[in-house]
């Protein structure tokens, strides 16, 4: 039996915590602070940290990494693309590696950093996608272009509907406050932005999502549809676009967008 709960670190991370209930081992994603995992550990003296998952370098994602192998003795896997501290597994895009039991393959997603990977587990259904898909929305890029970020998150599209969705932050609110902006006549994104305000109203994480879900509400997933198409004909003057310059249009309106 597996269990996933969310460590919350600094303002607006998560560490997923990965459990395996019958052998009491379990990993972490992401571990940018060790302090939240040892102090579980604490708490759970009878369990054992076995892996440490890396999606990509930045430091609210590995700083805690090194503290925390020193501590375990868990085994530290990231990009083969990005310098990694502590890392001992290197994964490159189709890389498979076997975690609590499980088998995971690692897709390459590049476009918020260039080694980005994410780790999707398919009889589970869990996808841990760092920085690359958010809930209703993704991450900014720091190293990538439009098109490796469309085509990233396109990818991770083509996963099963059920794929739980485990990505690093909870920015769904305000990726919703933008969602709205950008396709004011959808009712999937208006009923998701009304549960989501009353979840975190509540104190309640908003997370994980699914593929279905983000397939019907996050606008970077649906550059395709009519409705965004003719949001930034709208914005930027009406003229035929790819569906990455309509992600790049999008992308760059949302890095100024002020909630409001
Ligand atoms: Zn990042
Ligand atoms: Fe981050």
């Not at 590995?62 to 890392?87: F, M, Q, Y």
């Not at 996963?159 to 006549?185: I, K």
């Not at 309640?204 to 397939?215: D, N, Y």
Request: proline share 5%; hydrophobic share 40%.
């Amino acid at each position: 039996m597996y269990r996933i709960d969310a460590l919350p670190a600094f303002s607006d991370n998560y560490i997923w915590l990965l459990q395996d209930t019958t052998t009491r081992r379990c990993a972490v994603v992401d571990p940018g602070d060790a302090q939240p995992v040892l102090d579980w550990l604490a708490a759970h003296p009878d369990w054992r940290l076995d892996d440490i998952l890396v999606t990509h370098h930045h430091p609210d994602h590995v700083g805690g990494v090194t503290r925390l192998k020193d501590a375990t003795g868990a085994r530290v896997s990231g990009p083969a693309w990005e310098n990694i501290p502590s890392r001992d597994v290197a994964l490159d895009d189709g890389a498979r590696i076997e975690v609590l039991g499980r088998d995971f393959v690692v897709h390459a997603v590049p476009g918020h950093t260039l080694g980005h990977i994410a780790y999707y587990q398919a009889e589970e259904g869990w996808l841990f996608s760092g920085d690359t898909l958010f809930a209703a929305g993704c991450g900014r890029l720091f190293e990538g272009t439009p098109q490796q970020m469309n085509a990233s998150l396109q990818r991770l599209a083509a996963l099963p509907d059920s794929t739980r969705v485990y990505c690093a932050h909870e920015y769904t609110l305000s990726n919703l406050h933008f969602a709205r902006a950008a396709e004011p006549g959808n009712t999937a994104v208006a009923q998701r932005f009304e549960e989501v305000s009353a979840w975190r109203a509540a104190g309640r994480i908003s997370l994980p999502s699914t593929i279905g879900l983000e397939k019907a509400t996050n606008p970077f997933l649906r550059c395709g549809e009519t409705s965004i198409k003719e949001k930034i004909d709208e914005r930027d003057g009406a003229r035929q676009r790819t569906d990455d310059e309509v992600f790049a249009a999008l992308r760059g309106w949302k890095d100024q967008f002020k909630v409001t």
